[in-house]
């Protein structure tokens, strides 16, 4: 889960915790994330979930995206990364649970069938 701080001035305005696949940043009420700023663009940015990594992209707006002061196109976004939109600052963290069945997704699997062992004694 992705827990995002909306903050200005180091004050927490608002925290918004979501699993969706898309989300909206922008001036306009319309957005998930709305920052009511006349330098936020009314469109400004979104970040999307691409299996079980979320990107941060700017949508062309005005004044940018700026991700950890360097401003983006589009970025991975990490725990405890600070987005600047505006005047405001934006702090991205994953939740502390996590999927069983992702927790080893960077182990690799040890095969163990005939195919692979007839494999492995052929090339020793």
């Known amino acids: 889960m992705l827990k995002i701080e909306l903050k200005y001035q180091g004050k927490n305005l608002a925290t918004y915790e979501t699993e969706n696949e898309q989300i909206s940043i922008g001036r306009n009420a319309k957005n998930d994330v709305r920052i009511d700023n ?12 691409v299996m079980n990594t979320y990107f941060i992209e700017d949508l062309g707006s005005t ?10 196109n589009k970025y991975e976004l990490l ?22 069945s ?19 004694d052929k090339n020793r």
């Open 38 to 49: 006349p330098a936020v663009s009314s469109s400004h940015a979104a970040i999307k979930k």
């Open 63 to 72: 004044n940018g995206t700026f991700v950890n002061e360097k401003k983006i």
């Open 102 to 120: 992702q927790a080893d997704f960077d182990k690799t699997v040890v095969l163990d069938t005939r195919k692979q062992k007839e494999l492995l």
């Open 79 to 100: 725990d405890g990364d600070e987005v600047i939109i505006g005047k405001h600052s934006l702090g991205f963290h994953y939740s502390d649970s996590v999927n069983p």
